[in-house]
């Protein structure tokens, strides 16, 4: 079956970086898109970046751009989420999702993902 495991969470300082990973099985990777959600205490699950495999076109939230980068590891199956000069409002559990087909436009919702991790929390103060 498809998993999708996250880890690399943690606390950090403001201004501090993280990387997250989150290694794949049992999915195909050539026409997919694969995104990271993260959802904050009391807030709705937000779209944060994602990645189409077929060219390799990555898409980043207003928010994150400029400081957060996504990125795949083909040979090892692992999807990564680089994130840079956090800031407190980067609070939230983080969560790896996969999809079939091209990324939708401006991220799409949690329900246009067929498969999703189970989160790992990231703590900025």
């Known amino acids: 079956d498809v998993q999708l495991v996250e880890s690399g969470g943690g606390s950090v300082q403001a201004g501090g970086s993280l990387k997250l990973s989150c290694v794949v099985s049992g999915f195909g990777y050539s026409t997919s898109c694969m995104a990271w959600f993260r959802q904050a205490p009391g807030k709705e699950r937000e779209w944060v970046a994602g990645v189409y495999i077929g060219d390799g076109s990555t898409y980043y939230a207003d928010s994150v751009k400029g400081r957060f980068t996504i990125s795949l590891d083909n040979a090892k199956n692992v999807l990564f989420l680089q994130m840079n000069s956090l800031k407190p409002e980067d609070t939230a559990m983080y969560s790896c999702?996969?999809?079939?087909?091209?990324?939708?436009?401006?991220?799409?919702?949690?329900?246009?993902?067929?498969?999703w991790g189970q989160g790992t929390q990231v703590t900025v103060s």
């Open positions: 999702v996969a999809r079939w087909g091209e990324c939708p436009d401006s991220g799409g919702s949690w329900y246009s993902y067929g498969w």
